[in-house]
């Protein structure tokens, strides 16, 4: 089983729809939480930390479930600029020197 | 905020030639970097973890002597793809661990090396 699982996808979504996308970690005392967003050809940048409350930023909403072991990403109002590979990084190690495992990615493709 | 800077952005290169790349840090510490390879549509695979002073750590079947990974400072980390191959031809990242918390990597803007 991998560390951090995700959904590759793609999800093909038209504008203006909500998606949803999970990701599963395996180690029950991983210390934090993150969604990337990577765009071809460029380097991922941080979209969001998740927090054990969930949080919201605009039209994103993360969600942590420390029981079931996974976290959420959820996109409201999908917009075209919302294309992209979203990446679930989990922070395993809890120490500067920490172990960073990142999903394998989910592509996102929302049409007009 | 914290930028990571990473040179050269693209290069092409001729098999069996090594190529260097530079990854710096731009106003805080990194003690740990991270150097990752990516090939078209997919994941990032990280290949080693670059410790400032110390040997760095690389990833099962990623080859030490063939890529060179030296972090002489609190700044700077590089990898040398040694004797280039067509098939080392990939998009090359490096992170940088951020000393403030809640924001776990930072990213250089990448390189790809293309391998004649």
């Known amino acids: 089983r991998k560390e951090v699982e995700q959904d590759p996808g793609p999800f093909n979504v038209p504008e203006g729809a909500t998606v949803a996308f999970n990701c599963t970690y395996s180690n029950s005392a991983s210390q934090s939480f993150f969604w990337y967003r990577q765009d071809c050809r460029k380097e991922p940048k941080l979209l969001m930390s998740v927090y054990s409350s969930g949080n919201e930023d605009g039209r994103f909403t993360a969600q942590l479930n420390r029981a079931s072991q996974y976290i959420s990403l959820l996109i409201r109002d999908s917009k075209l600029s919302d294309s992209a590979t979203y990446l679930c990084?989990?922070?395993?190690?809890?120490?500067?020197?920490?172990?960073?495992?990142f999903g394998s990615g989910t592509r996102l493709s929302i049409r007009p | 905020g914290a930028v990571v800077s990473q040179h050269p952005s693209r290069v092409i290169c001729k098999s069996g030639t090594s190529v260097k790349i530079e990854c710096r840090s731009l106003d805080f510490q990194a003690t740990t970097m991270f150097w990752y390879r990516q090939f078209p549509k997919q994941s990032l695979m990280l290949m080693a973890t670059?410790?400032?002073?110390?040997?760095?750590?690389?990833e099962q079947g990623v080859e030490k002597d063939k890529f060179l990974i030296n972090h002489a400072s609190l700044t700077l980390s590089t990898l040398t793809v040694t004797s280039a191959h067509p098939e080392d031809s990939s998009f090359y990242i490096c992170s940088a661990t951020d000393p403030r918390p809640r924001i776990p990597l930072h990213f250089g803007n990448g390189t790809r090396l293309t391998v004649t």
């Open positions: 990084v989990v922070n395993m190690g809890g120490s500067s020197a920490s172990k960073i495992i």
């Open positions: 670059s410790n400032e002073g110390s040997k760095a750590t690389y």
